[in-house]
């Protein structure tokens, strides 16, 4: 599978690349944030991976980490965020000491990101293929002619009629600019795209097409897909496997086949309960009290321990560690403290 | 751009000239003195011949229609009146005489200005922090908050009084416009070196300090994020992608900027005695020559108008959103 995957490259891989490593594979990854009154750990101690083809969901409530998790593989953070620790390994090749300029290889050509709003990620002043092919040209090297070409075949691809090829972002429905953003993600023939919040800002039906675009695409491309997400259902439809994130930490992680029908840590049954259900009673709705940390000085022991209902003893004192199940899910939770 | 959008801009300006037009004749009317007393300028005059020249200049008329009605005609025309000061000469061939110099030391002015300070101000902003925003800034600043002549003033004791490079004002040496061809050029740079270099100076604070903020506030936009996340140098993400938006308020600006300054850099003129709009205004003023400040407002209130016009026309270029 895997070599199959990569055998569609258009584009070689990356010099030091090891073909044989994992595609991605973050290790204990921590990215802070430099406030007046100190480091906000926004990012703390985070690790997974991602193989070629697969789709992970990332989800968790807001300020969690999910987005500083993602932008920190290819490091566009804002000026006072730091990776403080751990690796990002993309095919072997570890992605955090290297400097910005060295990091440009590897954005967009290898991990490229569909944001939220495609109308403020959009340049307002340039034509929406100019923007697409504006990768291609100056990252791929490519004749501009050439790349309008590339331009024009992946708005294609993505379902916009040629007549609006000469478009403006705001000229183009919500719908359509982010059909835009996801044909800009694809110029160059990422290995990984990841999908921040892409059907946030859409009505439902939109969502719905631009999901079942994305499926398609990651079928056809062979892709490999990071989604960030509050929305459960999505991850539900789309994503192998899912990882739940709380207060910058991995709560539980696992395939969504696993996970949302048997979910094991208190967080992740808390946040399943909390997302309704088209087809159950609406009294079944449950809230999680209390807020999120303060994530200058959280706290010693488990995250969650505080809003949690099981909490015991122990959870205010020591972390816990990452319990890992036969099934392929791993936890991170006292409850299975001693267990596996 | 439709022709929508520029047929409103139009139908915008010719409606506010015409307001200015109506403004110009009702304000002079009200000032005190009669014209022509100030002409005559004879105590013992008769009221027949006062009563004669009113009749003459159509002054015995009603104000409105009958003045305002003509007042139209004649400036549709180009007719402009005479002005009292320079006798005989008409106010048009006055302000003639002074446009030039004003178009040379202002436009050249602005070009420089807006270029320079442009380009300092949208690398500070881009380089927010760096040595050439904190040494950049400071210096804009002082700059865009000193009037002309402070900046003038100095110039003249250093470079003309001082080193004695540069004359201390005029336009040209005696005899010097008469010289030929390479030599009156060069003897005009000479004198044009130090009012250019105040109104320059002053305007490159005042641009660089907007450019600057304009960035600032560009750089945080999504989309450029969107193009570092594309992994493109930071050099084209600043001119592809910061650099055309930031600019679109600084079109505005200077547009409507061009259009004061027609009137002069009334200091910078006065200061270094250049012969343009600004002095010629000083010294209508003085002399009370109304039809020559009615003919300067309605110059610098339709070039204000024009220059408005001329932004709306540029704006709509640069931004695909207003071009419906």
């Not at chain 1, 994130?245 to 696993?258: D, I, K, L, Q």
């Not at chain 2, 139009?10 to 004749?25: G, H, K, R």
């Not at chain 2, 159509?58 to 009146?81: M, N, R, W």
Request: proline content about 7%; overall charge positive; glycine content about 10%.
């Amino acid at each position: 599978m895997t070599a199959e995957i990569r055998g569609r490259r258009q584009w070689p891989l990356p010099k030091q690349a090891d073909p044989s490593a994992p595609l991605l594979k973050v290790e204990n990854l921590q990215t802070h944030f430099q406030l007046g009154r100190g480091w906000v750990k926004a990012v703390d101690g985070v690790s997974f991976g991602l193989d070629d083809g697969e789709a992970l969901g990332l989800v968790g409530e807001s300020g969690c980490g999910k987005t500083t998790t993602a932008l920190s593989l290819v490091r566009l953070l804002p000026s006072n965020g730091k990776i403080r620790g751990g690796s990002v390994e993309l095919f072997g090749i570890d992605l955090v000491p290297k400097t910005d300029r060295q990091l440009d290889r590897y954005r967009w050509r290898e991990i490229s990101i569909v944001f939220q709003g495609a109308m403020n990620a959009l340049n307002p002043v340039v034509q929406v293929r100019r923007q697409i092919a504006e990768p291609v040209q100056y990252r791929l090297n490519q004749s501009e002619s050439a790349s309008l070409k590339r331009a024009d075949e992946l708005l294609d691809m993505v379902g916009i009629p040629s007549r609006r090829l000469g478009a403006y972002p705001h000229e183009l429905s919500g719908g359509m600019r982010q059909r835009a953003m996801i044909a800009m993600a694809l110029a160059c023939d990422p290995a990984i795209v990841i999908g921040d919040e892409p059907t946030t800002a859409l009505d439902a039906m939109v969502q719905a097409q631009i999901l079942v675009l994305l499926e398609q695409l990651r079928r056809d491309l062979g892709l490999s897909l990071i989604l960030i997400t509050h929305d459960l259902s999505v991850v539900a439809e789309t994503c192998d496997r899912v990882l739940v994130m709380y207060a910058g930490r991995v709560a539980e992680e696992g395939p969504v086949s696993r996970v949302f029908t048997e979910p094991r840590h208190p967080y992740t049954r808390k946040l399943l309960g909390a997302f309704p259900n088209i087809r159950s009673d609406r009294r079944t709705l449950e809230t999680i009290p209390g807020e999120p940390p303060d994530l200058v000085n959280p706290p010693a022991g488990c995250r969650f321990a505080p809003r949690c209902a099981q909490a015991m003893p122990v959870c205010s004192g020591t972390p816990p560690p990452e319990v890992s199940f036969d099934d392929g899910v791993r936890v991170a939770c006292h409850l299975f403290g001693t267990t596996a | 751009m439709s022709a929508r959008y520029l047929g409103q801009r139009l139908l915008q300006a010719i409606v506010t000239i015409a307001a200015i037009v109506l403004l110009n004749f009702l304000l002079f009317r009200l000032m005190p003195g009669s014209p022509e007393r100030i002409l005559l300028r004879n105590p013992n005059l008769s009221q027949q011949v006062v009563e004669a020249t009113r009749a003459r200049w159509g002054l015995d008329k009603p104000l409105i229609p009958d003045q305002l009605v003509s007042y139209i005609g004649s400036t549709l025309e180009g007719d402009l009146g005479y002005s009292f000061k320079f006798r005989g000469q008409p106010v048009t061939s006055v302000i003639a005489d002074r446009v030039g110099p004003t178009l040379l030391l202002v436009g050249l002015g602005e070009l420089i200005s807006a270029i320079v300070g442009i380009a300092i101000g949208a690398y500070a902003g881009w380089r927010r922090g760096g040595l050439v925003d904190r040494v950049g800034s400071g210096v804009s600043l002082v700059l865009y908050s000193m009037p002309y002549f402070v900046i003038g003033m100095p110039l003249i004791v250093i470079f003309a009084a001082g080193l004695g490079w540069f004359p201390t004002s005029g336009m040209t040496s005696v005899g010097g416009g008469d010289r030929p061809f390479p030599d009156n050029i060069i003897d005009l740079a000479r004198h044009l070196a130090l009012p250019l270099a105040t109104v320059s100076l002053g305007l490159i604070g005042q641009y660089s300090i907007l450019m600057r903020s304009s960035i600032i506030e560009t750089r945080s936009e999504d989309y450029i994020t969107t193009a570092r996340a594309k992994g493109l140098r930071d050099g084209r993400v600043l001119r592809a992608h910061a650099f055309p938006n930031a600019m679109l308020p600084m079109v505005t600006l200077i547009a409507i900027n061009l259009g004061y300054v027609i009137g002069g850099a009334i200091t910078a003129e006065i200061v270094f005695s250049w012969p343009g709009l600004g002095t010629l205004t000083v010294t209508a003023l003085q002399a009370r020559d109304y039809p020559v400040l009615q003919g300067i407002f309605l110059l610098v209130a339709v070039s204000v108008v024009v220059a408005n016009l001329a932004a709306d026309i540029i704006y709509g270029m640069l931004d695909p959103r207003v071009r419906r």
